[in-house]
């Protein structure tokens, strides 16, 4: 290995990956790296450079640094340095005088200046130390220690370091793996272990997207299609909905995932949105009240306001999407590139772009698109532009949400009923059998209204899976067109200043994926904007819907290239899965679960890695620059990618 490769990756170590709630974060880790704001004190509370043994809770707190004190997040943790060469002694490190490992092997004379670092204490066997850190996990209530993410410790060290700290701890000590190889090399060796995902059911606050909100507060014990939501309001709900029109803030009292369609739309809008434990009793006081929500990383704020606080004054001028109104070619997804988003949507234009880039590390799945031509005409063929002129003038329609709800409701049916073209009706059932071998089909929407460069609108529109003959393909498409009118897309236009008269959409008809496993990836960390070139997934059993409707809490992994690691931040915990109703169509819930029965994991760290790199591959294709937000799917061990696009956030 490279020496420079090397000494990168000792200044990577142990990498803070703030960690909470079954929602999960990043596997949480003390680390000086990202040492926030007054975490080491001035002054030492104790002299002492190390201590031979922790015989009581007095010498840990001497040394102890503290991370976040006086947050959920609060984590007191001290180094450890096991000197292998001097009959196994441990020096346990104060902490609040020697920021790293390092800085205490050389100012105590243990490693001379020079030494190659990464193979004295992480790489092999043969290594004279072995490192780590011991922290109290509050949410548990008991002590754990750990290595570095990427230390690669066989079996045969991990048990000597228990078997060393056990022997010079006060508490029972539980070890506490970082990485899928750390939890394989320790499965056998019959000491107690702690997983971060036991850890964080425990944790009482998550922010999956910080950030100032200033609204009313609106508790809601179950959202739907019943409750009314003001734009201004900052909503306290029990569990995430399938769907929300654009509001101030979410407070939510039952824990997410990060690549949740409403935590998709909240980072898109800007809006702070949090797990808070028991949030509908906590918030009780403030319901129907105007208040100042400060969410951040560790904790969050609430501050009464004297008065409604009107909304701030900005640029409101109408966003006008573009589009290509003259393309009237169905046209296969290996004709298209990025730039070809204005006549067949960006979902479409992404995927061929990816396609005509030979992605070697995954599959496209074929298929081809019908372009915002076809639905222009058939509203104006069936008068529906009439409809959609008469809504702006309507001041029922404009002012009262619930009226606006219906007449919605009404304008979908009537266009899942329209007479559709018959010219378009033939080349489409043409096409799926010459080029598709009218095989299953995913119908997918795609609006010129979605991935704008302030408004990402994922989760808004319908798509049709696993289409089985004509008449449903037919059918499919009127209702991705019809999607176009949902209730909180809608909403979601108004609210960032979108003309309702120049939206389209299209329909991409793509070969359907029965999938083994599935899921969405995004090349960074979602959580912490400074830790760079990490790929987050989430994977669930079956199709990957599960994932972005919010439907039980999937399995989250972080891969860290840096050190190689696959990090484990939560199990699934699906009881069903989805696939295909071959009888039917549709998808169907099977009781079927892909989990390995004896780790509980979807994917292996192959697939992980594999993921990872595609999920990467795809972002050098799109050149570099922009986060990607990817679904995808595993099929017989085939990667398949159905949906690329920039990864949107604006900050409040």
């Not at 081809?368 to 069936?382: Q, R, S």
């Not at 994917?603 to 922009?626: E, P, S, Y």
Request: hydrophobic share 40%; charged share 25%.
């Amino acid at each position: 290995m490279d020496q420079k490769v090397k000494h990168a990756i000792f200044f990577l170590i142990l990498v803070l990956f703030t960690f909470s709630s079954v929602g999960a974060q990043m596997a949480r880790k003390p680390t000086p790296t990202r040492e926030p704001k007054g975490a080491m004190p001035a002054r030492p509370d104790s002299k002492d450079r190390s201590l031979p043994a922790i015989k009581t809770q007095e010498d840990f707190d001497s040394i102890a640094r503290t991370y976040h004190q006086g947050t959920p997040f609060a984590l007191p943790h001290l180094m450890f340095v096991i000197d292998r060469k001097n009959a196994n002694k441990i020096y346990y490190v104060n902490s609040q005088r020697y920021r790293f490992h390092k800085d205490f092997l050389l100012a105590n004379y243990l490693i001379p200046r020079g030494t190659d670092i990464f193979k004295t204490v992480y790489a092999t066997d043969k290594r004279r130390f072995i490192v780590g850190t011991i922290a109290w996990q509050k949410p548990v209530e008991k002590y754990t220690w750990e290595l570095w993410e990427g230390d690669l410790a066989s079996p045969m060290l991990i048990k000597l370091t228990h078997g060393v700290i056990s022997k010079t701890f006060f508490q029972p000590v539980s070890y506490k793996p970082n990485s899928i190889r750390q939890e394989d090399a320790s499965a056998n060796l019959k000491i107690p272990r702690m997983s971060q995902d036991e850890i964080t059911k425990n944790q009482e606050y998550l922010a999956l997207n910080t950030g100032t909100a200033i609204g009313r507060i609106h508790i809601i014990e179950k959202l739907d299609d019943t409750v009314e939501v003001g734009s201004n309001e900052i909503l306290v709900i029990k569990e995430l909905p399938l769907s929300l029109p654009q509001v101030r803030g979410v407070i939510v009292a039952k824990s997410s995932t990060p690549l949740s369609h409403i935590n998709i739309l909240a980072r898109g809008w800007g809006i702070p949105n949090v797990y808070i434990k028991d949030a509908d009793k906590l918030f009780k006081e403030y319901d129907t009240r105007w208040v100042k929500f400060q969410a951040n990383l560790t904790d969050y704020k609430t501050i009464l306001a004297d008065k409604p606080i009107l909304d701030e004054g900005g640029d409101e001028s109408p966003v006008i999407p573009p589009v290509n109104l003259e393309v009237k070619k169905l046209a296969g997804l290996h004709e298209m590139r990025q730039k070809d988003s204005i006549a067949f949507g960006s979902k479409s234009a992404n995927l061929g772009e990816m396609i005509n880039s030979t992605l070697s590390s995954a599959t496209v799945p074929d298929g081809f698109t019908i372009p915002f031509y076809w639905y222009d005409k058939f509203i104006k063929d069936n008068k529906f532009d009439e409809i959609i002129e008469e809504f702006e003038d309507d001041n029922d329609f404009v002012h009262n949400p619930s009226i606006r709800r219906k007449r919605l409701e009404e304008f979908r049916a009537k266009l899942r009923a329209g007479k559709f073209d018959e010219t378009l009706r033939q080349e489409l059932i043409s096409k799926w059998k010459t080029q598709l071998g009218g095989k299953v089909v995913f119908v997918r929407s795609s609006s010129n209204s979605e991935d704008l460069p302030n408004f990402s609108g994922a989760g808004l529109y319908s798509s049709e899976p696993n289409v089985v003959d004509e008449e449903a393909l037919i059918n499919a498409v009127r209702k991705v067109w019809a999607s176009l009118w949902n209730f909180q897309a809608y909403e979601a236009r108004v609210r960032n200043f979108v003309s309702q008269k120049d939206v389209y959409m299209s329909a991409l008809v793509q070969l359907g994926v029965n999938m083994d496993r599935g899921g969405v990836m995004v090349t960074k960390d979602p959580f912490d904007d400074e830790s760079k070139n990490n790929v987050y997934i989430s994977a669930v059993c079956g199709h990957n819907t599960k994932v972005t409707d919010n439907d039980g809490i999937p399995e989250q992994i972080l891969f860290n290239p840096k050190s190689n690691s696959v990090i484990l931040m939560t199990r699934s915990q699906q009881k069903v899965a989805l696939t295909f109703d071959i009888k039917s169509g549709g998808l169907r819930e099977t009781a079927d679960i892909c989990a390995n029965k004896q780790t509980k994991r979807v994917l292996t760290n192959i697939q992980a890695r594999a993921l990872a790199k595609t999920a990467m591959d795809i972002k050098h294709i799109f050149g570099g620059k922009r986060e990607q937000d990817i679904e995808w799917g595993i099929m017989a061990g085939q990667i398949y990618i159905v949906q690329a696009r920039p990864y949107i956030e604006k900050k409040n």
